[in-house]
Nanobody, 120 residues
Framework: QVQLVESGGGVVQPGGSLRLSCAAS????????MSWYRQAPGKERQLVAT????????NYAGSVKGRFTISRDNAENTVYWQMNSLKPEDTAVYYC?????????????WGQGTQVTVSS
């Protein structure tokens, strides 16, 4: 079964950096796009970046573009989320995601999430 396990969250000061990891198992990792989402308190979960399976094309939400980087290591079945120049508004639970097309539409697989708090 598909399993996604995030790690690397924590508390960081504004302007600091963190790197999140998502270890994937239960599927052929290199064949699927991977995404990071985040959910701030009282807000809906938001897509922040996607990386495709083979070519590794990347797309970012405007709020993180230029500061955050999504990457993947297909040999290690891991997707990374490098966050630089962190701001208090980046405080959220960050989730790793992969999607599958089913007969009834897209199905989302989620990790358990990891908390990132940006505070002085």
């Amino acid at each position: 079964q598909v399993q996604l396990v995030e790690s690397g969250g924590g508390v960081v000061q504004p302007g600091g950096s963190l790197r999140l990891s998502c270890a994937a198992s239960g599927f052929t990792f290199s064949s699927y796009a991977m995404s990071w989402y985040r959910q701030a308190p009282g807000k809906e979960r938001q897509l922040v970046a996607t990386i495709t399976s083979t070519v590794g094309n990347r797309n970012y939400a405007g709020s993180v573009k230029g500061r955050f980087t999504i990457s993947r290591d297909n040999a290690e079945n891991t997707v990374y989320w490098q966050m630089n120049s962190l701001k208090p508004e980046d405080t959220a639970v960050y989730y790793c995601n992969t999607k599958r097309m089913t007969t009834t539409g897209w199905y989302d697989y989620w990790g358990q999430g990891t908390q990132v708090t940006v505070s002085s």
